[in-house]
């Protein structure tokens, strides 16, 4: 008689098919696509987190989590910039993908308690960081003064603008700029770092969290650190080729650091010496 297969549970590198919700449209190359598991519960993302979501038959990418549903679907912000990004974001309703993970660290908020917390976002930097504002929030009486510095190349870029208005009426302080104004737009034109000028905040015990273009987020610390704020409560998200998750490949390696395994939040006092080193 022959032995029945063993079944063999799925690793860390198969993915799992997750069906798309919902869909919309935030920029004209950006779209949030919310994801519930054709089985099974949805992974248990934290804030800074990111999960390998595949397209199937072309590739898969690392996609930061920026939300989560009321029944704990997974919400992601996805920018059209290749080939896989361009087939996820082109995926309908109904439609599947799939999602590795977790991986990655997380933002420090628990840790952020009794401080002044300063976001700092660019572009779509702030998806990443948006699970993190929600948790701030939703303690809010546990943090002292929260503020969000967020600018875009257009008033078009920015992300999520309705909840920007909804998140100011929850006692966030937001701020906004653009590189390019238009006639209607009344906020600031200029850089990120730029909006430091215009907050007040204790910088010797605030906790900052950045995230965007890298040359942003180096001249956004250089300032944060002008004022005050320590490298060791300034944390940043990176991004390099990552492509396997579980730190086996090397694609991601920045120095000592394997950014899927060891990031991709950290502290600026861990990677501001490496961040000079230009990766191929």
Do not use: K, N
Request: aromatic share 6%.
């Amino acid at each position: 008689m022959a032995a029945e297969p063993h079944s063999i549970a799925p690793g860390p590198m198969v993915p799992q098919p997750y069906v798309v919700r919902s869909r919309a449209r935030e920029t004209a190359d950006t779209w949030t696509l919310e994801l519930v598991p054709s089985a099974g519960a949805p992974i248990e993302l934290e804030p800074g987190q990111f999960a390998m979501l595949t397209a199937y038959g072309v590739g898969e990418a690392p996609i930061s989590i920026s939300g989560r549903g009321a029944d704990g679907s997974l919400v992601h912000t996805v920018r059209d910039v290749g080939a896989v990004t361009a087939e996820l974001c082109r995926a309908p309703r109904g439609g599947t993908i799939g999602v590795r993970g977790p991986f990655g660290t997380i933002w420090p908020v628990e840790d952020a308690t009794g401080a002044d917390v300063v976001v700092l976002a660019g572009g779509l930097g702030l998806a990443p960081l948006r699970p993190a504002v929600e948790a701030l929030l939703a303690d809010r009486e546990s943090y002292g003064r929260l503020l969000l510095l967020y600018g875009a190349r257009t008033p078009g870029d920015l992300l999520y603008p309705e909840q920007l208005e909804a998140w100011r009426e929850e006692g966030l302080d937001v701020h906004l700029t653009v590189d390019a104004g238009t006639r209607s737009w009344l906020d600031r034109v200029g850089f990120v770092s730029d909006l430091l000028r215009d907050v007040t905040f204790d910088a010797e015990s605030a906790v900052a969290l950045v995230c965007g273009p890298e040359v942003m987020m180096r001249v956004t610390v250089s300032a944060l650190l002008e004022r005050g704020v320590t490298a060791d409560c300034t944390y940043v998200s990176l991004e390099r080729s990552m492509s396997c998750g579980i730190g086996h490949c090397g694609h991601c390696q920045l120095g000592p650091f394997l950014i899927c395994r060891d990031g991709p939040v950290f502290s600026w006092d861990q990677i501001r010496g490496w961040l000079a080193v230009r990766e191929l």
